[in-house]
């Protein structure tokens, strides 16, 4: 299986990476193949709802041009599709935003129909004040015919926080071992 992990933090080996890459390492011991994209690498501009994506002459293909040109090929390669976010305000970092507002082609073209993906949200005040974050992407997932295949809702606020919790990185081990 392909596993394209997408990490929305801009901290570098915070508890974001930390929980994905748990997920990475127990999905490579059973075979699977992982790529890790840090979107805080790439340029994505903000949808501009010009609904070039919509029309099927154009392959529904988006118009901007910016780091989704490449991102967008490694989406549609994938089998799994993990998207991990700190919970900012009870949403997505800004650039899993721009990330998430751009899968508007995939409404259409159905290119992602069938992919499965995790969520990862690690929070200062936990899995509760997660709900809404989760609505947002369990949402996403039904209009682009994705299927919820996991997630891991955890509390850890500062950077590497959560190697003191030592079951939440055994969890997002275990789940990405899990995937089959």
Known sequence: MKILALIGSPRKQGNTDILV?????????????????????????????????????????????????????????????????????????????????????????????GKRGIVVMPSEEGPGCCGPLMEMFRRSFDYLGMNMAGSILARAYERGEIERSPEEIRRAYELGASLS
Not at 27 to 51: M, Q
Request: hydrophobic share 35%.
């Open 21 to 113: 890459n748990e997920i990475c390492r127990g999905s490579k011991a059973v075979g699977h193949v992982v790529e890790t994209v840090r979107l805080y690498d790439y340029e994505i501009l903000p949808c501009i709802d010009c609904r070039h994506c919509k029309r099927q002459e154009a392959d529904h293909a988006c118009t901007l041009k910016d780091g989704m040109q490449v991102i967008y090929p490694k989406l549609e390669d994938s089998d799994l599709i993990i998207f991990g976010t700190p919970v900012y305000w009870y949403g997505p970092t800004a650039k899993m935003k721009l990330l998430v507002d751009r899968l508007r082609p995939y409404i259409e073209s159905r290119r992602l129909k």
